[in-house]
Nanobody
Framework: QVQLVESGGGLVQGGGSLRLSCEASGRPFSNYGMGWFRQAPGKEREFVAAISWSGSTYYADSVKGRFTISRNNYKNTASLQMNSLKPEDTAVYYC????????????????WGQGTQVTVSS
């Protein structure tokens, strides 16, 4: 079992930055690929970014060049640095952990955090 806790959400003006963190506890963190998804009101949850156990990164086209995912296996954390935020980035952001399968599909993830709200004002 892996427990995930997100933090770092909040309200920011368009063009601003936020850094989300996901702290994991339980089974060895380094075994898991980590991903960030988001869900806006009335929309389906969508892939944002992911990082493999070895550090390979994957991004949705909508966030490439603006968001950066990273991980620290010693601190059991995964982070999402979000720059140049836009109102359309407003959503609840979820951290997920997975052992196998593609990084882009939510159903491939084994564990999820409770989510953290990000609101970007225009």
């Amino acid at each position: 079992q892996v427990q995930l806790v997100e933090s770092g959400g909040g309200l920011v003006q368009g063009g601003g930055s936020l850094r989300l963190s996901c702290e994991a506890s339980g089974r060895p963190f380094s075994n898991y690929g980590m991903g960030w998804f988001r869900q806006a009101p009335g929309k389906e949850r969508e892939f944002v970014a992911a990082i493999s156990w070895s550090g390979s990164t994957y991004y949705a086209d909508s966030v490439k060049g603006r968001f950066t995912i990273s991980r620290n296996n010693y601190k059991n954390t995964a982070s999402l640095q979000m720059n140049s935020l836009k109102p359309e980035d407003t959503a609840v952001y979820y951290c997920g952990a997975k052992i196998r399968g593609t990084y882009y599909e939510g159903y491939e993830y084994d564990y999820w955090g409770q989510g953290t709200q990000v609101t970007v004002s225009s």
